[in-house]
């Protein structure tokens, strides 16, 4: 990319032109070339955005509770976009739902607020890899708090608590019974836990249920109770998010500290991976060993360790 070329479209960025966000938006996200070089251009800029992972099992309301949330972060003096991480069409490669399907007309309607959908492209936990740098775009585009709603939820989801500050995890009164069995993922990264839809049968109970499996521990999460229908528990949530955020030096370093850390060894990780295939493609005695193996006159185990001794030097 042409230096020249490059510095006008950071200078776009900065000023918040929403045509250049989006297109420069979907260039990181396709990873098309250049994209690096306004990474690098902007990442002295960045640092000044929060950012919040919300998910839990389909259904439970995030949509619905993000849609309540923002007018009372835009009260509170917030710059909001939001990033709907949606499942990946197996044919088209893009996002199956829309944000402005999902998300409700009241945000729609706010033109102070970025929306974006993106295709988790099949990345561990439905995040997409190229999230933390469309963060940093928005961030350095003035937008100080981002949302991030991961698709549905399960084992893999939990990936976003190693994207964003702070999680939010959301159960309703009707995954009561499935504590238990989520409890080795979910109920273990968040950091606030909203039990929503609390106007219904169970939310109570369910309350009780999460605050005495996960409130006790060394981590000591928040359990908030919620209902979008009734407007209840919204303001709380949005205060108690607002202190962590204007606290965020004091609580969230560690946590900011591992997210850089992740971020680094996912780079590291890919860049030997795609090392590795290439010199593995080159290696005349990787072809012999395939068929020995398909042969069964070597074991996988075997020959991986053989690989590595001889490509790792």
Known sequence: MKLYLLSSIVDKIVRGDRRILSKTISMIDNQEEG????????????GKAFTIGFTGPGGAGKSSLIGKLVPEFQSLGYKVAILAVDPTSP????AILGDRVRM????????????????????????SRSLRNIVRILDVAGYNLIL????????????????????????TPQTG?????????LTEIGDIYVINKCDIEGANSLFNTIRDLIGSTDRKPIVIKTSVKKNEGIKELS?????????RQNILKEKEIAMIDNEIKEILFDEIQKKFTAKLEKNKEYRILLEQI???????????DKLSKLLIK
Do not use: C, W
């Not at 991961?150 to 959301?170: C, F, P, R, W």
């Not at 006159?297 to 991986?304: C, E, L, R, S």
């Open 35 to 46: 994209y690096k070089n306004i990474i690098k251009q902007i990442f002295k800029k960045t």
């Open 91 to 94: 044919i088209s490669g893009g």
């Open 104 to 127: 409700q007309n009241q945000i729609v309607d706010n033109s102070q607020v970025f929306m974006r959908s993106i295709a988790s492209r099949g990345a561990s936990g439905g995040i």
């Open 148 to 171: 991030v709603e991961s698709v549905g939820a399960g084992q893999l989801e939990v990936e976003v608590s190693k994207i964003v500050n702070l999680t939010l995890v959301l159960f």
């Open 177 to 185: 019974d499935k504590v238990q069995a989520v409890k080795a993922g």
């Open 239 to 247: 205060k108690t998010i607002h202190h962590i955020q204007t606290n």
């Open 294 to 304: 398909y042969n069964k006159n070597k074991d996988p185990f075997y020959v991986a």
